[in-house]
């Protein structure tokens, strides 16, 4: 149960996520629609970056229309005097659970739900944007099978290089922690790093391992290879997955798209194997109930154009 019953008008229903300074709220309007509403409270002059991170993460996401990343609706901006005292996003709500708790019911789903992802961050790309934080905890699949990119703190103009190091740990790209430019190859690693989770359960060695005081050596070549780890990957997928978590950038897949047809390269091989009986019900399947939904679509997504960086727009 949430803390609060009603934000500025918004009836509140539940608590769907905290974050790092945030909390993520089910609401309702006086129209019985319902919305995520994100909450960022500034209690003290360092919670600036917080503040700042929650204004760039409604414009990135306003400056998108495709279904699988998540809408930003109205940025709220709550004052004592003068001060920005705290930022509410009213957001899309995604009816659904992360791919961190809910995973898919076989490798087909698997790569079909990953291209979706692929497809998205595709559409982000030509818009002149990384998301930058790519990883299971911001990829909701829906109750229909779909999937949606949520999170969009972190993300920043192609070739941003930024003034601090940001990611997740085990997910995390070497040019984020050396604190190099963002491209989209950045997004191809924490992706590539998402599936070898996926598939594995196991996380790619990165520069900051989860719980790691500092930074630590990288290589791919000490890391075992999805298939290695677990037999029923089919090889195309094994393969795609290593040459998205290169340690240099432009080893990895150039683009969104290559990502995207990789898999689905992968899926018919897993399709294959299946209808030869070779698939169903061993360990090591991806459990959950996902059901199979990548769609393409003539809509490429970015709102005005998709000629590089759109223009920032205030609110
Ligand atoms: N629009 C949404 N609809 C439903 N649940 C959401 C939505 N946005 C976030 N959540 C939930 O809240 C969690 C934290 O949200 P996120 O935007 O990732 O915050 P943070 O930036 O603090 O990591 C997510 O992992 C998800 O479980
Ligand atoms: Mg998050």
Redesign the pocket.
């Known amino acids: 149960m949430a803390e609060f019953s009603e934000i500025l008008g918004y009836e509140v229903l539940a608590t769907?996520?905290?974050?790092?300074?945030?909390?993520?709220y089910?609401v309702k309007d006086g129209k019985s629609q319902l919305?995520?509403l994100?909450r960022?409270v500034k209690s003290s002059p360092s919670d600036q970056r917080f503040v700042d991170?929650?204004i760039s993460?409604h414009e990135v996401a306003q400056k998108f229309d495709h279904p699988t990343l998540?809408k930003s609706i109205k940025l709220i901006r709550q004052r004592n005097f003068i001060r920005t005292s705290e930022i509410l996003v009213l957001?899309?709500?995604?009816?659904?659970?992360?791919l961190?708790?809910h995973q898919p019911e076989n490798l087909g789903a698997l790569c079909q739900l990953c291209r979706e992802v692929a497809q998205g961050l595709g559409v982000m790309h030509k818009g002149g944007y990384v998301h930058a934080?790519i990883k299971p905890?911001?990829i909701?699949i829906t109750d229909k099978g779909h999937i949606?990119i949520?999170?969009?703190?972190?993300s920043c103009p192609i070739g941003t290089v930024k003034e601090r190091i940001q990611g997740t740990p085990d997910y995390i790209a070497p040019e984020q922690v050396q604190r190099r430019s963002i491209t989209p190859q950045t997004d191809v690693f924490n992706l590539g790093a998402t599936m070898y989770w996926l598939l594995t359960s196991k996380h790619v060695p990165t520069l900051i391992p989860k719980g790691s005081a500092g930074i630590s050596l990288r290589t791919e070549d000490t890391c075992k290879t999805p298939i290695e780890v677990n037999e029923l990957v089919p090889p195309a997928l094994s393969s795609l997955v290593m040459d998205c978590i290169q340690t240099d950038a432009p080893k990895r897949p150039d683009t969104m798209v290559q990502v995207a047809d990789r898999l689905e390269i992968a899926a018919r091989q897993f399709e294959r194997r299946d209808q030869n009986g070779n698939n169903g019900g061993q360990n090591g399947e991806p459990k959950g109930d996902a059901k199979d939904g990548a769609k393409g679509g003539a809509n490429n997504g970015v709102k005005g154009g998709s000629d590089g960086a759109a223009k920032r727009n205030a609110s």
């Open positions: 769907l996520g905290v974050g790092a300074r945030s909390t993520i089910a919305f995520a994100k960022v991170q929650a993460e998540r957001m899309e709500m995604v009816d659904g659970a992360t961190e708790k934080d905890n911001n909701m949606k949520i999170d969009f703190g972190q």
